[in-house]
């Protein structure tokens, strides 16, 4: 996390160069720090493209729920940038507070839900279709999407869900290959810079966070007394690092609780990262271009290039993480439903 | 809405939307999905087997097949030779018989030829002496005609018989 926050401070500190005195000149400044937060934080709008000064964006709904005054549904455009007070609520900093400081919950359809809502969608209908076909042309070599798909599900069954967790892997399969296509669609759709695509989900800790829970729940749900018998009381471990300090029992546990974390930080940061930097070098492009325009058309030369190239390995990052993520929840539900090996040897 | 802290919304939605996510494609897509997957490689384990177990079958068949083929050019080849020796039989006993028949033929139609040959000589014999008689009557009527003759007959027959 740090090393994200010395980013950015780097960016907003060295590189608030007046930009717009050289192009609309207006004297609004290029921050490249903003600019890339801007891009990689949610928003109550989405915001397509700025033509001089005039913001085009799609306003989304605000869902704001206090126990006092119940629902408040409306949408963003209504507080005109923190210029209007909505039913008491205001919004400042892509932050939305309550005037009179009663407390909320606010639920509302931002960038990240929009785009959740629409990544939803397109897993629902590719992979209904996807079974249709299936169960319409059972023994029939797949076509099409199908055919596409099939070795990407065969590999999840065959290559990560079968030799990590063992025995009984089939039941894993429905949440593993749901988890893969989600972080995988996903993560192709922050990579389209317009308005499909352009949201920073799966680079959102929330995301991140419920995907890691669901594995945590999911894998304590299935444990085994064996599981819990090794962190509690490792084999193979000294006496002295038991008792009567339980040090090693303290470590395992942690390691329960580190593993979902790690999971969650994992791709949130990988993802966040390639935004960052696709943004950083796209950002070059205006710093220069505020010096010269003609170094900021020679520059842009070279960062398209690079935003190019760093787009085709976000795609190839896009599969990895998503085979990551993948592939640790099943080793993880392997753990948790391991059986001891000398058992497997008397049956 | 910060980097680090996860907004209470975003978690919200997303509880809700990956479970239903979850719960429609485990029940719609992974379930079926899976389950035809499965059933295919079955079946084609299944056919893999069928046809090595068939190629199996078949040279098996092939084996037998020869084996039949053999027995059947060996059964040939006895029917063949006994045939061959039936028929050499049959013809040497058909050249016996018809060697005896001929025999037997040879010796009646001798017989007959000798019989017919007796009854011929016999019925000539018959008609010389008749012939003779008549021959000789015929002389001794011409001879006897004249009167004279006559005398000079009985003279001899009688001298003769003097003598006698």
């Known amino acids: 996390m740090r090393i ?165 892997y089939e039941k894993y399969l429905p949440y593993l290959m749901t988890v893969f296509f989600f972080i995988w669609i996903n993560n192709m759709l922050g990579l389209i810079p317009i308005f499909p695509g352009g949201a920073n989900l799966t680079g959102n800790i929330a995301t991140t966070l419920v995907l890691a829970l669901f594995t945590f729940i999911i894998s304590i749900v299935v444990s085994k007394k064996y599981f819990w018998l090794h962190i509690f009381n490792p084999p193979g471990v000294p006496i002295w690092l038991k008792l009567p300090i339980p040090l090693m029992p303290v470590v395992e546990f942690m390691g329960v609780i580190i593993r979902p974390s790690v999971l969650m930080i994992r791709l949130f940061a990988n993802i966040l990262a390639g935004h960052i930097i696709i943004l950083s070098f796209i950002s070059l492009i205006f710093i220069f271009a505020a010096i010269n325009t003609w170094l900021g058309l020679s520059v842009s030369a070279i960062s398209i290039a690079f935003s190019v190239f760093m787009s085709f390995l976000e795609l190839l990052v896009a599969f990895i993480q998503a085979y990551v993520f993948t592939i640790l929840s099943a080793i993880y539900f392997g753990m948790a439903t391991e059986v001891p090996h000398h058992n497997k040897e008397h049956h | 809405m910060d980097i680090i802290t996860p907004a209470f919304g975003l978690v919200f939605w997303m509880v809700i939307s990956f479970g239903i996510v979850l719960l429609i494609l485990g029940k719609y897509a992974w379930k079926p999905i899976l389950k035809v997957l499965k059933e295919r490689e079955q079946s084609i384990t299944d056919a893999l087997e069928k046809a090595e177990r068939a190629k199996e079958k078949l040279a098996l068949l092939k084996t037998e097949n020869e084996k039949l083929i053999n027995l059947a050019k060996e059964e040939r080849d006895m029917i063949l030779r006994k045939a061959k020796e039936t028929a050499n039989e049959i013809i040497a006993e058909a050249r016996e018989k018809s060697k005896a028949e001929g025999e037997k033929i040879r010796k009646n139609t001798i017989e007959a030829i000798r019989n017919e040959r007796q009854a011929a000589i016999f019925e000539l014999k018959n008609q010389v002496a008749s012939l003779s008689i008549e021959i000789s009557e015929k002389i001794l009527r011409s001879e006897l005609s004249d009167p004279s003759k006559q005398k000079s007959l009985i003279d001899n027959l009688v001298r003769e018989a003097q003598l006698n």
């Open chain 1, 4 to 168: 994200f926050s010395l980013i950015f401070l780097f960016f907003s500190v060295g590189t608030e160069i007046v930009y717009g005195s050289a192009a609309n000149g207006d004297g609004k400044k290029f921050n490249a720090g903003d600019f890339i937060v801007h891009h990689i934080k949610d928003a109550y709008d989405w915001h397509i493209t700025t033509i001089g000064s005039h913001d085009i964006s799609i306003p989304l709904p605000v869902i704001l729920f206090s126990p006092g005054n119940g629902f408040d549904i409306f949408l963003s455009n209504r507080f005109e940038h923190g210029k209007t007070v909505v039913n008491g609520y205001r919004i400042e900093h892509n932050h939305i507070i309550a005037e009179d400081g009663r407390k909320f919950y606010d639920i509302s359809i931002t960038k990240n839900v929009a785009s959740l809502f629409i990544s939803v969608f397109i897993l629902l209908f590719i992979f209904i279709k996807v079974a249709r076909s299936y169960l319409l042309n059972p023994n029939k070599p797949p076509r099409g999407l199908v055919n596409a798909l099939e070795p990407v599900l065969l590999f999840i069954r065959d290559d990560i869900a079968k030799p990590s967790i063992g025995a009984g």
